[in-house]
DNA sequence: ATATTTGGTTTATAAAATAAACTGGTTTAT
DNA sequence: ATAAACCAGTTTATTTTATAAACCAAATAT
C-alpha cells in the first residue's frame, strides 16, 4: 500500500541539499548553506551522509586562498531521489 | 526557499497514519496496523503524538468483548497534512 | 600583533523511531 | 477447571537521527 521512504532522502536538510542539487549541475558549502539556512555543523554531517550513499559527490579545493567545497549529485543520486518522490505520492496522493 | 516541514508529519509512520485518516472516516488500531505494516508498539506510540497534537482522535471501546480503537481525523489534522503536502512540494516540486 | 571572519570538522546532546518486553483480558485446547 | 495460546494494546528500553555547540586552521582586517 505505502512505498517505502528512502531514510536518506526523508530528512529536511538532506532533501532540501538533494533538492538544489537537481536543478544546479554544482553547488558549494557555501551557497548550500545560505539556501538551506542550516548550521554549517549539520551541513557537513548530512553531505557527508549522502557522499557516503553515493547520492553526491563531495570535491574539496581552493578558490584561491579560499577552502571551497562543491558538491554534485551523482546518477544514483537523482535515481534514488525520483524514487523517493514517487515513493511519497503514495501517502501524499497525485 | 524551502517551507519548513511540520515535524509531526514528516515521519513515515505518522504520515502513513494520516493518509489512511484523510479518506477513511475513521480507522481502527487493527486495520492500521495492518495497512501500515507497523509493529503495535510503534503504532501506539505514533496514535499518541498525533493525538497529543491534535490530528487525531482516539476513542477507546469494545466490540464485544475486545478492545477497539478508533481513529479519527480532526479538522486540525486535515490543515497540517494539507499544509505538510504544499511544503512537500517546495522540496519536490511540482 | 592580535582580533575577527571564513570555511569548515568533530564531538556532545537532544529528540525520534523502533523494537522488545509486559499487561489485562479472552478464547481454545486438554 | 486449568493451562496454553492469542488478541489488543501499552510501557519501557535501545538504537538511530538530527541538531547544536565547541573547536580548528587559515586568511583577513584592525
Redo the contacts between chains.
Sequence with gaps: ??D??DPLL?S?LR??VM?ILMGAEEADFVYLRQ??GSTAGNLSVQLDKLSEAGYITVEKGFQGKKPRTTCRITDSGRTAFGN??DA?RS????
Design positions: 500500500m505505502f517505502k521512504l526523508h529536511e532533501l532540501a533538492s539556501q538551506t523517493y518522490v511519497l501517502y501524499i496522493g497525485k
